[in-house]
């Protein structure tokens, strides 16, 4: 489903991706992990086209992004639901036109058929009876159901988890990893998670990669993570600030 060859990306003198290459396959939830800084936002933001690799190529089901016009490129960033870090959901919204925003915006759909699916997907997810709240009127845990829904409202072929669990409590964390397991069974989603959770992430994932010196220094499933010699990703899953990894280096 996703494809990377070769992409490298700067700003200015910056290098922030260094000759990347990866493949996530279709109905996989892939995790990606790395320090803080490592390029990992940057990386995603090319894989939605939201930014153009210097060299290389971005393949979505089969398509290279990087050589498609505006309008084409648009409709392929249809194909992707996204679930942002902090939710991101609208303030002046209720939670009902959140969850429909796409809808309102991109189909000939009624009101009543998008409250309708609005309702459905709300259920989905174990929100209902919501609709008329704000998100503000909403625990954190809750909202990151909220914008889930908004994500998979309209049957993305792509999911990306933006640090899904940051900033909610033990048990709503537990409540979104069991949504998400569940809605990747259900839907048969391809699923990217990009979380410093690693207890969250490998709980999730099928194969996951690690990013360092914008570079993809390890790829495989959870088996070849047990097996590696990596001295950095070992320290990196230990979390230690010793080792060969500096306090500087991402």
């Known amino acids: 489903m996703i494809k990377i060859k070769n992409i490298y990306k700067s700003f200015g003198e910056k290098v922030i991706l260094k000759g990347v290459n990866l493949t996530v396959g279709k109905g996989e939830t892939f995790l990606m992990i790395g320090r803080s800084g490592a390029g990992k936002t940057v990386l995603l933001k090319n894989i939605i086209g939201l930014l153009t690799p210097d060299i290389g190529s971005v ?35 209720n939670v009902g036109e959140n969850v429909g925003f796409f809808l309102y915006q991109y189909t000939k759909l009624t009101k009543k058929e998008i409250r309708e699916k609005v309702k459905d997907t709300l259920a989905l997810v174990g929100l209902e009876g919501i609709e008329d709240l704000y998100p503000y009127e909403l625990s954190g845990g809750m909202q990151k159901r909220v914008a889930i829904a908004r994500a998979v409202i309209y049957k993305p072929k792509i999911i990306i988890y933006d640090e899904p669990t940051t900033g909610i409590d033990p048990i709503a964390v537990d409540k979104i990893v069991s949504l998400i397991e569940d809605l990747h069974h259900r839907l048969s989603i391809t699923s ?3 979380t410093h959770d690693l207890e969250v992430g490998l709980k999730l994932a099928d194969r996951l990669a690690f990013l360092l010196g914008g570079k993809i220094i390890f790829e495989g499933d959870k088996k070849d993570l047990d097996e590696t010699k990596d ?3 070992k320290q990196f899953l230990s979390g230690s600030s010793g080792g060969p990894i500096k306090e500087m280096e991402v």
């Open 192 to 194: 990217l998670v990009v």
């Open 59 to 93: 393949y979505i089901d089969g398509v290279d992004i990087t050589q498609l016009k505006k309008k084409q490129l648009e409709k392929v960033r249809l194909q992707f639901g996204i679930v942002f870090q902090h939710s991101a959901l609208f303030d002046f919204l």
């Open 231 to 233: 001295e950095r990703l």
